[in-house]
């Protein structure tokens, strides 16, 4: 299980109440997988014909292939009695040890994180900034902005997924059969 699969995971543990509950609800909802697939990205165009009623995705990329999916929608599922939650999927991008041109490696990411470059990475990207000071207001951000309204972003605890996350993909097999 990775990327996604793994948030599903972390999703489930927060809002069903810990790892066990989580379990229970991941075998339930097992009976209805039509997986596995090799993406997310190839799960949209089954949902946008109705070949599957939901599917799990992110926002930047599901915002994306909405534009040309007319029947891809976005929504963020809440448990029975609560709100709608999601978190950011950690992306990332570093240095590699000992790798050529480290200085311009650096000088890379600087300008990613720039505040100019972030100012457009809903504009051409469809996505979200990785700075939290930085807003930007063209027609993407404000889409975004709208999707997530009502929404709950939660911080998953990070370091216990670390610690932990290999015994959390073992209940998930057993629970699920995968």
């Known amino acids: 299980m990775a990327g996604d699969g793994t948030a599903v995971l ?6 069903f109440g ?9 075998k339930k909802l097992q009976a209805n997988n039509v ?6 990205s190839k799960l949209a165009p089954k949902t946008d014909k109705g070949e599957l009623l939901v599917a799990n995705g992110d926002v930047q990329m ?20 609560g709100g709608p939650t999601t ?8 240095l590699v ?7 311009n490696g650096k000088k890379l990411l ?3 994180l720039s505040e100019e470059a972030q100012e457009q990475v809903s504009a051409i990207g469809g996505g979200f900034p990785a700075r ?5 207001t063209d027609a993407n951000a404000v889409e975004l902005t709208k999707i997530l309204n009502g929404v709950e972003i939660f911080e998953p605890d990070w370091s216990d997924i670390d610690e932990n996350l290999t015994g959390y993909v073992d209940a998930w097999k057993s629970a699920t059969g995968s």
């Open 10 to 15: 972390i999703k489930a543990m927060r809002d």
């Open 18 to 26: 810990g790892e066990e509950q989580a379990m229970a609800y991941l």
């Open 35 to 40: 997986g596995p697939s090799s993406s997310t």
């Open 62 to 81: 599901n915002f994306e292939q909405s534009k040309s999916m007319p029947n891809l929608g976005i929504w963020f599922p809440a448990k029975d009695g």
């Open 87 to 94: 978190f950011a999927f950690p992306y990332a991008a570093g």
């Open 97 to 103: 040890d000992k790798a050529p041109h480290t200085e």
């Open 110 to 112: 600087d300008f990613l």
């Open 132 to 136: 939290t000071d930085v807003r930007p």
